[in-house]
């Protein structure tokens, strides 16, 4: 499955900051997704990242908060925007990639781990 | 829409022992595809197992299998001979056979404690 590289893996932010998270993927994709998962919970699909057009995001997230990047097959940002103490969470970076059996499956980066102050 | 729910917000089990971790999800199509995950302390979310709704064979991966129920809408996974590096969280997810990779739906997960 893709090796994926995601940056800084943790960080401390100070209110009303931005922060631009990185995620290298070691094989040319089509899509990638960029997850929240907030203290203590599951995971929340933010956007999906398109290379050449502008990302897709799911309800409740939206351009001005969450802009992202995606210059080429291999590589996105996500940038989190004026943060907030409620914008502390884990933020992971993914794609699909073969997996069992040859099946596509979603393959997740180690997550960048925000704390807001 | 589809529902995941994982009832055990936290399981423990003795090394070498035997645990099974419970996960029901709410759909109304036929055809799809279940996972787990496991999330160490390290954050890096690792797949576990997959099975696909058609398939009536139980998916096995060395010591994790699962028990499918399709009829009861119920995935269970089964930790077998469990061993310190199994603790982690565990999520499992669906995701319909129709739907991209990004109509991924994650339960609250279960985080597994094992007990040397």
């Known amino acids: 499955s893709a090796v994926i590289s995601q940056k800084p893996s943790r960080d401390i932010c100070q209110r009303g900051t931005s922060l631009t998270i990185q995620c290298q993927v070691d094989?040319?994709?089509?899509?990638m997704f960029w997850y929240r998962q907030q203290p203590g919970q599951s995971l929340t699909l933010i956007a999906t990242?398109?290379?050449?057009?502008?990302?897709?995001?799911e309800s409740g997230f939206v351009i001005d908060k969450f802009p992202i990047s995606r210059p080429n097959l291999t590589f996105s940002t996500l940038t989190v925007s004026n943060m907030s103490p409620e914008d502390s969470s884990i933020y992971l970076c993914?794609?699909?990639?073969?997996?069992?059996?040859?099946?596509?499956?979603?393959?997740f980066g180690a997550g960048s781990r925000l704390t807001v102050l | 829409a589809q529902t995941v729910t994982q009832s055990q917000p936290e399981m423990s089990v003795q090394e070498a022992e035997t645990v099974t971790l419970s996960c029901t999800y709410d759909?109304?199509?036929?055809?799809?595809?279940l996972f787990w995950y496991k999330q160490p302390p390290s954050r890096q979310m690792i797949l576990v197992i997959r099975?696909?709704?058609?398939?009536?064979q139980n998916a096995t991966e060395n010591r994790f299998s699962v028990n499918f129920q399709k009829a009861a809408k119920s995935f269970s996974l089964k930790i077998s001979d469990s061993q310190l590096g199994d603790a982690a969280m565990y999520f499992c997810?669906?995701?319909?056979?129709?739907?991209?990779?990004?109509?991924?739906?994650f339960g609250s997960g279960t985080q597994l404690t094992v007990l040397p």
């Open positions: 099975q696909e709704a058609y398939k009536q």
């Open positions: 759909t109304s199509e036929s055809d799809y595809y």
């Open positions: 997810a669906y995701r319909s056979s129709s739907g991209s990779a990004r109509q991924l739906t």
């Open positions: 993914s794609v699909v990639s073969p997996g069992f059996s040859g099946a596509n499956v979603l393959t």
């Open positions: 990242a398109n290379q050449g057009s502008e990302a897709t995001y």
């Open positions: 094989s040319q994709v089509t899509m």
